[in-house]
């Protein structure tokens, strides 16, 4: 998408051929910067620090990083090690596992020389591949938001949604905002109310710093201001994305996104979430009880970062200096309050019978 009318994806090989260039994502919205990974200790730190975020780009940047592994050491050794520290840098979302795993596949079985090089054709793949699903996701939903466009018949479709599910968080397009692009590109009058998305602010900085780019009108609201536009009738359709989604449809995604569904079947609005396959774990069913929720520092919740008056980033205490903090990092809808999946292969149930139409070869298999 674009960045002052320049289109950027959020990952690539750079062109000195040994480097991967990322967003610096720490510092959007106030400063764009392009940061260099160069060895694997970059991109485990890059995935959890946060310099890149969103699970599908955790997952690209995860593969990346175990090629520049194996271009420092291609032993059967040095695979396994690379595999479990790119492992550990966030638990929650499955495409990190997914694409560790895919790059182990390409490479275990070839000779050490031909690993690195492998890996690269394998992570380059996984980017391309990332574009695509989420291009097809933003095709499926731009026609849930056609179709209420023409019921309504004027105004904006007004779509809500929670943390930063855009471009920013995949290769390109995003998962939520990839039918909010495909709709105002095909000229569909589209407003974005914008969760800021306590404690990091997703929202407020990423979300609406890629609509903002990119011309798509949008506000941002505090995080508890969601329920109240439903209410009133100033919310046509939720979207959001997910980190990891249970074989059975239960969907699990920033702390939050489980208020706003109850909220949004309280008020009867449509509440969407946007998926890649990659975000699909087939091999658990019970996303309360089997999904491992990411628990973040307390510095996240003590402070609020941003611009200080002096126009310097800066941080300020908004709770009591002794005061014990919990911080979980995401949270988990039952699949009975999502109206449906919107994946590469079209839109379907949030339920074992859905995925299972939509994924027949992935669910006969458990
Ligand atoms: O903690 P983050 O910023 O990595 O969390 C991101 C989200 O929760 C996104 O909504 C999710 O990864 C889906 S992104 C396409």
Known sequence: MNVAGIPYRTIRLHADGVSVEVIDQTLLPHEFRLVHLHTLEDAVRAIADMVVRG????????AYGMALALRQDASDTGLARAHAQLLATRPTAVNLRWAVDEIRTATIRLPPAERAAAAFRRAAQICEEDVALCSAIGEHGKRIIEAVAKRK??????????????????VDWGTALAPVYKAHDAGIPVHVWVEETRPRNQGASLTAWELGQHGVPHHVIVDNAGGHFMQHGAVDVCFVGTDRTTATGDVCN?????????????????????????????????????????????????LVRGL??????S????????????????????????TGLVTERGVGAASANGLAQLFPERASHG
């Open 153 to 170: 018949g004027s105004g904006p479709v007004n779509v809500l949604t929670h943390c930063n599910a855009g471009w920013l968080a995949t």
């Open 315 to 338: 941080s300020v205490l908004v709770t009591p200096q002794d005061s014990p903090v919990a911080n979980p990092g995401f949270d988990v809808t039952p699949a009975r309050l999502v």
């Open 308 to 313: 200080g008056p002096d126009g310097k980033p």
């Open 55 to 62: 699970a599908p780009l955790i997952g690209a940047t995860a």
């Open 254 to 302: 920033k702390i939050g996104t489980y208020l706003k569904a109850l909220a949004a079947r309280d008020c009867q609005v449509p509440f969407y979430v946007c998926l890649p396959s990659p975000s699909i774990d087939w091999t658990i069913r019970d996303g309360v009880a089997e999904i491992p929720i990411e628990e973040r520092g307390a510095d996240e919740v003590r």
